[in-house]
C-alpha cells in the first residue's frame, strides 16, 4: 500500500503536468481566422492584367504551427470571403495558389503559394488577414 503522503505527491504531480501542457496550434479551440481571396487574372502571356474580382470557390488552406503540410481547406463564398473556426492558440499559415507570374511565356501554368503567417494569442479572437491577391 502506498501511503497517503505519496499519493497526495503523486496526484499534485500530475495536476501540475496537466496545466503546464500547452495544446499545439490545431483545431479545437475558439478563435478564428478570416479574409477574403482577391484575383487579378493575367493575360497568356502574363504581362497584362484582364479582370480583377473576388474569387468565388477558391480553396484556401491552413498549416498549423511549424508544419508544412495542409491541416484543412474550406472554400471562398460569392464574395471571395473564407474563414476557419475553432482554432486554438498558436502560429498558423494560410494559402491560397496563384500563377507564378516571373514566368512570361504564353500557357507557362507554374504555381506558387500566397501565404499569410498568424499567430493566434487570444482565445475567443477573430484574426482577419484581409485580402490574399492571387493570380490567374
Keep these: 500500500m502506498y501511503s497517503r503522503k505519496f499519493l497526495n505527491g503523486l496526484v499534485f504531480l500530475c495536476t ?10 490545431g483545431q479545437g479551440g475558439t478563435s478564428s ?12 502571356a502574363a504581362t497584362d492584367v484582364v479582370a480583377e474580382y473576388y474569387a468565388v470557390g477558391e480553396k484556401v488552406y491552413i498549416s498549423f504551427g511549424d508544419s508544412k503540410t ?3 481547406d474550406v472554400n471562398s463564398g460569392s464574395d471571395g470571403s473564407f474563414e ?3 482554432l486554438t492558440k498558436g502560429k498558423y499559415t494560410i494559402f491560397a495558389e496563384s500563377r507564378d507570374t516571373s514566368i512570361h511565356v504564353s500557357g507557362a501554368s507554374k504555381t506558387v503559394a500566397k501565404e499569410i503567417e498568424v499567430n493566434i494569442t487570444e482565445n475567443g479572437s477573430v484574426t482577419d488577414v484581409g485580402e490574399i491577391v492571387i493570380y490567374k
Design 84 to 86: 476557419f473556426l475553432y
Design 33 to 44: 481566422i478570416k479574409g477574403k481571396i482577391f484575383v487579378k487574372d493575367f493575360n497568356s
Design 70 to 72: 495542409v491541416g484543412n
Design 16 to 25: 501540475l503536468v496537466l496545466i503546464s501542457c500547452e495544446k499545439p496550434a
